[in-house]
């Protein structure tokens, strides 16, 4: 393998906070390495419109502590074509760039398995997105942010559904995956969590409803916004057709869940990750995602990181049912 000396580095897809901390620790690792460091902007539609500049120490000062990506990121449909991802690789050669570190998620890691191979160049790809939804890291950059960010949030609906007896519908991200609403819903001691990977029972959800109606001023269901059955306002609307007599209200949480300053969890994984990227770069990783399993670095080929089920554990589950009587 030819011998690196520029590294690329992008963000992909949805941002996620702790986005910063990586960026941070890719540039510091490779100037720590000596070698050189280029920003690519929005991603792979910044590569494709040439959207790179040099990065030093100072590109990254005083950036771990901020949500969202200073390298800002964007969705390409022109990357999907073979003439777009043409376009990107002529103008990573045209600044020299001889290996790339992408930080997302599964789309991300779909058009970087694609472009390396096409392109035969090294990339390896940090864990990016709230959802958790990748395998080969036990948490993904964002997700304890996020998670924090909802228990919060769902704390202060708790306080005015007491104030007013009501139950709550509120809905989570989570288009392919529950995990938010599975960790966070149990944190908030909801009465139901309703999520993608399992089958909604209309029927059981009415029952827990009416069995708490008599002793339970308030009520919090959490909905994925992925729910088989429609998401919050339609669960909404089935909850207050069978139960006209509710105070029943729906909140859509939203892109709240993906700002904020990340949690010393998620900088401590960015940053760990982030070493590991330029690390494994030099000694021949390629074409795959680094992340943290029980606690240790770990590579993981992109085409088994990406476009996986994840198991939801049957536990977690059992916790839910027993805590909401």
């Given at each position: 393998?030819?011998?690196?000396?520029?590294?690329?580095?992008?963000?992909?897809?949805?941002?996620?906070?702790?986005?910063?901390?990586?960026?941070?620790?890719?540039?510091?690792?490779?100037?720590?390495?000596?070698?050189?460091?280029?920003?690519?902007?929005?991603?792979?539609?910044?590569?494709?419109?040439?959207?790179?500049?040099?990065?030093?120490?100072?590109?990254?000062?005083?950036?771990?502590?901020?949500?969202?990506?200073?390298?800002?990121?964007?969705?390409?449909?022109?990357?999907?074509?073979?003439?777009?991802?043409?376009?990107?690789?002529?103008?990573?050669?045209?600044?020299?760039?001889?290996?790339?570190?992408?930080?997302?998620?599964?789309?991300?890691?779909?058009?970087?398995?694609?472009?390396?191979?096409?392109?035969?160049?090294?990339?390896?790809?940090?864990?990016?997105?709230?959802?958790?939804?990748?395998?080969?890291?036990?948490?993904?950059?964002?997700?304890?942010?996020?998670?924090?960010?909802?228990?919060?949030?769902?704390?202060?609906?708790?306080?005015?559904?007491?104030?007013?007896?009501?139950?709550?519908?509120?809905?989570?991200?989570?288009?392919?995956?529950?995990?938010?609403?599975?960790?966070?819903?149990?944190?908030?001691?909801?009465?139901?969590?309703?999520?993608?990977?399992?089958?909604?029972?209309?029927n059981a959800l009415y029952h827990k409803?009416?069995?708490?109606?008599?002793?339970?001023?308030?009520?919090?269901?959490?909905?994925?916004?992925?729910?088989?059955?429609?998401?919050?306002?339609?669960?909404?609307?089935?909850?207050?057709?069978?139960?006209?007599?509710?105070?029943?209200?729906?909140?859509?949480?939203?892109?709240?869940?993906?700002?904020?300053?990340?949690?010393?969890?998620?900088?401590?994984?960015?940053?760990?990750?982030?070493?590991?990227?330029?690390?494994?770069?030099?000694?021949?990783?390629?074409?795959?995602?680094?992340?943290?399993?029980?606690?240790?670095?770990?590579?993981?080929?992109?085409?088994?990181?990406?476009?996986?089920?994840?198991?939801?554990?049957?536990?977690?589950?059992?916790?839910?049912?027993?805590?909401?009587?």
């Open positions: 393998m030819a011998q690196i000396k520029n590294v690329g580095v992008y963000t992909s897809g949805g941002d996620s906070p702790g986005m910063n901390a990586a960026i941070r620790a890719v540039v510091r690792t490779a100037l720590y390495h000596d070698l050189q460091v280029t920003g690519i902007r929005r991603g792979y539609e910044g590569m494709i419109n040439g959207d790179l500049f040099p990065m030093d120490r100072k590109s990254v000062a005083n950036i771990i502590q901020r949500g969202g990506t200073i390298l800002k990121t964007a969705r390409s449909e022109q990357f999907k074509t073979p003439e777009g991802r043409q376009l990107a690789y002529d103008n990573l050669k045209k600044h020299n760039i001889d290996a790339l570190i992408g930080i997302g998620g599964d789309g991300t890691f779909t058009g970087a398995k694609i472009f390396g191979k096409e392109f035969d160049i090294p990339v390896v790809g940090l864990p990016g997105t709230i959802d958790n939804d990748l395998v080969g890291t036990d948490f993904t950059i964002g997700y304890d942010t996020a998670i924090n960010t909802v228990i919060d949030a769902v704390d202060k609906i708790r306080d005015t559904a007491e104030s007013h007896d009501r139950l709550f519908i509120v809905e989570v991200m989570g288009r392919d995956s529950g995990l938010i609403a599975l960790r966070t819903g149990i944190a908030v001691g909801a009465e139901a969590i309703l999520i993608p990977e399992t089958k909604t029972d209309l409803l009416e069995q708490g109606r008599r002793d339970k001023s308030s009520k919090i269901v959490i909905v994925a916004e992925g729910e088989e059955a429609g998401g919050a306002f339609e669960i909404g609307r089935l909850i207050k057709d069978r139960f006209p007599n509710y105070d029943t209200r729906v909140s859509v949480l939203g892109h709240i869940q993906r700002g904020g300053r990340p949690s010393c969890q998620d900088r401590v994984l960015a940053s760990r990750v982030g070493v590991a990227a330029i690390e494994g770069l030099l000694v021949g990783h390629r074409n795959e995602m680094v992340g943290i399993i029980n606690g240790e670095v770990a590579f993981t080929p992109f085409e088994n990181a990406i476009k996986h089920f994840i198991e939801i554990n049957p536990n977690f589950l059992k916790i839910v049912d027993i805590l909401s009587i």
